[in-house]
């Protein structure tokens, strides 16, 4: 029988899993904002270049001539400002939520009874991602920040082209990409990836800051939190050396080692997927004697700290269903009946692949599946 902190190692990674598949919900949602903007954008784009002309150029010329494009792009960043943080507003009161209907559901109920969950302020918790900075600043200042970069991107991008003697199409194809390459190949698509990485990076450090506050408010119960970051084969560094480790939970002291907690799970780098387990005290630390607790329910509560799993291990033992939700159908029933191992459903980089790049290097294991 799986002890509570067991139980609940595993919810937190299942947990991590959602939260991932919300950053790509997230991020799907911000990106649209842009490409919905992008014909209108090549089109003020075209028109600026036009006007400016290589017998007119000049860089007070083309700063008055971009200002419709300034516009444009200012538009989309704070439309996209402003969708984040409606998300991000919403997600710390969720988590809160969801680790208390954890905490409840997996506890016994003479420990609720003799130390009852603590109550969180939800309004306090929610300004988690607009008040507290992550990567060195607040929400706000990043897209402020993104904003900018792009536009100079833009205006730099239209210099080179202009003295290099590149025709309008040349220097817009240049900025924009082409659309059938999904933009992948112009100097716009670096907005992109830094739009991509805030996002996640929000995601995680809005649901970490409110993990914090619950854990914190609730140390009656728990004895300290252990860093759990091995979601698949290409960790970071940083987070591989982590993985497994605990700290105190209350000032994030490391407990048996050197390894300092820096910023947190989370919030370690960018695009960073790890998260924290709670430890739960042993029974005799939260006051209950043998009379309050059957045998069962005392061997569950043992306050161990239970062995680092690992996504690759997690996913194995979830149902058929549940793998489907995270993998996708298609995946699931490779990795139960193809025999395909989760690591092969990535590249070096640490990229999904497609089916198709999948049935390419690995024809047998769909034919196997039945795929």
């Not at 991590?16 to 911000?30: C, G, I, M, T, Y």
């Not at 903007?37 to 083309?62: C, I, K, Q, S």
């Not at 991000?88 to 939520?97: K, N």
């Amino acid at each position: 029988m799986a002890t509570v902190n067991e139980k609940l190692q595993s919810s937190s990674i299942g947990h991590a899993v959602d939260l991932q598949h919300l950053s790509n919900a997230e991020v799907r949602k911000v990106m649209a904002l842009l490409n919905r903007a992008d014909e209108d954008l090549r089109g003020r784009l075209l028109a600026a270049v036009e006007r400016m002309g290589p017998n007119r150029f000049t860089v007070t010329y083309m700063n008055t001539v971009l200002e419709s494009v300034r516009e444009l792009n200012k538009q989309v960043y704070d439309q996209a400002g402003e969708v984040l943080k409606a998300s991000v507003d919403e997600l710390a009161p969720y988590e809160i939520g969801y680790q208390q209907a954890l905490f409840a559901a997996t506890l016994p109920a003479q420990v609720l009874i003799a130390v009852p969950l603590a109550r969180i302020d939800l309004a306090q918790v929610q300004k988690i991602a607009s008040s507290r900075p992550f990567q060195g600043k607040l929400l706000g200042e990043w897209m402020d920040d993104l904003e900018v970069g792009r536009a100079a991107r833009i205006r730099d991008a239209i210099r080179t082209g202009m003295v290099n003697g590149q025709t309008t199409d040349q220097i817009v194809r240049d900025i924009m990409g082409i659309k059938s390459e999904g933009y992948a190949d112009g100097l716009l698509n670096r907005s992109r990836n830094d739009i991509d990485a805030m996002v996640r990076t929000a995601i995680s450090h809005t649901a970490q800051g409110a993990r914090d506050a619950f854990y914190q408010a609730n140390s009656d119960l728990i004895a300290g939190v252990g860093w759990h970051s091995t979601l698949d084969g290409h960790t970071s560094g940083p987070c591989r050396i982590r993985d497994g480790k605990q700290y105190t939970n209350d000032t994030h002291q490391p407990v048996g080692h050197d390894i300092p907690w820096l910023a947190g799970p989370g919030r370690i780098h960018w695009r960073c997927r790890s998260t924290s387990t709670p430890i739960i005290k042993a029974w005799e630390e939260l006051g209950l004697s043998k009379e309050d607790m059957p045998p069962g329910t005392r061997a569950s509560m043992d306050g161990q700290v239970p062995d680092s799993t690992t996504y690759g291990e997690w996913i194995k033992g979830q149902s058929a269903k549940r793998q489907d939700e995270v993998l996708g159908p298609a995946r699931g029933k490779l990795m139960r009946e193809g025999g395909l191992s989760l690591d092969k459903f990535y590249n070096d980089q640490g990229k999904t692949l497609t089916l198709d790049q999948l049935r390419e290097r690995d024809a047998a294991s769909f034919a196997k599946a039945g795929l």
